[in-house]
């Protein structure tokens, strides 16, 4: 039987979540696309809380792939800002492609290490 895509992408989601937990020092970049907008944000997940959060919904942007590119360098902004340095990237069971990747590349030039 074949999968969902959703599934598919819910599977994926659980293996990286083994692996993969936000601390103070080094919080976790989550990236949830929608067809029609991307977000990002910054989790602490040893005390619950969200750092920071940027979405495209708030950028003015042309295509889908410069609003993925003005959200990565803004996530990046907001992190050092709260003295973040080095983040754990969780793609969220989607492929490191595309608009994630974009995303990644944008935060990664600003200062971001991962």
Known sequence: MA??????RTRIKRRIRKIISGTATKPRLSVYRSNKEI???LINDVNGVTIASVSSRDIKAGSKSEAA?????????KATKAGVETVAFDRNGYLYH?????????AREA???F
Not at 3 to 8: A, H, I, N, P
């Open 3 to 8: 999968l969902s895509k959703l599934q598919r």
């Open 39 to 41: 977000y990002a944000q």
């Open 69 to 77: 590119t003005e959200v990565g360098k803004s996530i990046a902004e």
């Open 98 to 106: 595309g608009r994630v990747k974009v995303l990644a590349e944008a």
């Open 111 to 113: 200062g971001l290490k």
